[in-house]
Nanobody
Framework: QVQLEESGGGSAQAGRSLRLSCAVSAYRYSGSCMGWFRQAPGKEREGVATIYTGDSTTNYADSVKGRFTISQDNDKRTVYLQMDSLKPEDTAMYYC??????????????????????WGQGTQVTVSS
């Protein structure tokens, strides 16, 4: 059974940093799409960043470009989301997601949640002003 386990959420003041981790098990990790999504209270879930694990090609939402960095460790089967210069509007539940795919180096994983097959339980991030 595929499992995605997020960690690293918590509270931070605006301008500070947090790093989220997503450990994946029972899943063909290599050469797939991994993504981070978030859902704020009263809002729909939105894509934050994706990464193609074949060559670490990344994709970011405009709202986080220049502030967030998605990365991965193939050996540890873990995806990270480094969140810098946090803003109160970054407050949300953050979810890790996985999408098995046959693709190629340079492939940009789309940030559409409907394309992702497996999801973690989420980790809360709260940013205060």
């Amino acid at each position: 059974q595929v499992q995605l386990e997020e960690s690293g959420g918590g509270s931070a003041q605006a301008g500070r940093s947090l790093r989220l981790s997503c450990a994946v098990s029972a899943y063909r990790y290599s050469g797939s799409c991994m993504g981070w999504f978030r859902q704020a209270p009263g809002k729909e879930r939105e894509g934050v960043a994706t990464i193609y694990t074949g060559d670490s090609t990344t994709n970011y939402a405009d709202s986080v470009k220049g502030r967030f960095t998605i990365s991965q460790d193939n050996d540890k089967r873990t995806v990270y989301l480094q969140m810098d210069s946090l803003k109160p509007e970054d407050t949300a539940m953050y979810y890790c997601a996985a999408r098995p795919i046959i693709a190629y180096n340079g492939y940009t994983c789309p940030m559409s949640e409907t394309l992702f097959n497996y999801w973690g339980q989420g980790t809360q991030v709260t940013v205060s002003s």
